[in-house]
């Protein structure tokens, strides 16, 4: 038996007034931000952060990708890793370099999935490591890597917590495969 979610994704017609500007935009297009919903200004403080994260990053798109798929999977968050292998297949990722950032990347994916690992081991970077990562991908990546690992893993604490359903157009892929 399965125990009723805290805090489920708020739908369209329980929409918090505080937030109707906010409707029809990301707030309303995940269940992780229909959860966070539940805290109007969080919500709203959370914006500006996630743009320059999801859209602005110095990463780019593909490097985001491995430190988010890396994350999720530290995390334990099939949330997050289902969302993100789908996101990954988009930009082209075939399956096996999804697959290595569970378990063996190769080249960048490695020193990015090293990172992400000090992160959430360490909670810092090595100064030798740093030094390394901001020559191959700039200081201002650095910056914006941590700041990812960071944000995600909000998300995931939230989305663990809340027991956040996924979405219903994100095909479920459990962190630790059977």
């Known amino acids: 038996m399965t125990r009723p979610?805290?805090?489920?994704?708020?739908?369209?017609?329980d929409?918090?007034?505080?937030?109707?500007?906010?409707?029809?935009?990301?707030?309303t297009g995940l269940n992780v931000y229909r959860t966070m919903a539940y805290h109007p200004a969080l919500l709203r403080a959370w914006?500006?952060?996630r743009?320059?994260?999801?859209?602005e990053n110095a990463l780019g798109m593909e490097l985001l990708e491995v430190v988010i798929l890396r994350a999720g999977y530290r995390l334990g968050s099939d949330y997050e890793w289902s969302q993100h292998v789908d996101r990954a297949r988009k930009l082209g990722f075939p399956d096996d370099r999804i697959e290595a950032v569970r378990r063996g990347a190769e080249g960048l994916d490695l020193k990015l999935v090293e990172a992400v690992d000090a992160l959430l081991d360490d909670h810092r970077l090595?100064?030798?490591q740093e030094a390394?990562?901001?020559?191959?991908?700039g200081r201002?990546?650095?910056f914006d890597l941590i700041a990812t690992v960071g944000f995600y893993s909000v998300l995931g604490y939230l989305l663990l917590t809340y027991e956040t359903p996924l979405d219903d157009d994100i095909s479920y892929y459990p962190v630790a495969p059977a």
């Open 5 to 13: 979610t805290l805090c489920p994704p708020i739908s369209d017609a």
């Open 51 to 55: 743009q320059h994260i999801v859209k």
């Open 140 to 142: 201002e990546a650095v």
């Open 126 to 128: 090595g100064s030798e």
């Open 132 to 137: 390394e990562l901001a020559e191959l991908v």
């Open 47 to 49: 914006a500006p952060l």
């Open 15 to 27: 929409w918090p007034e505080a937030l109707d500007d906010m409707r029809g935009g990301f707030a």
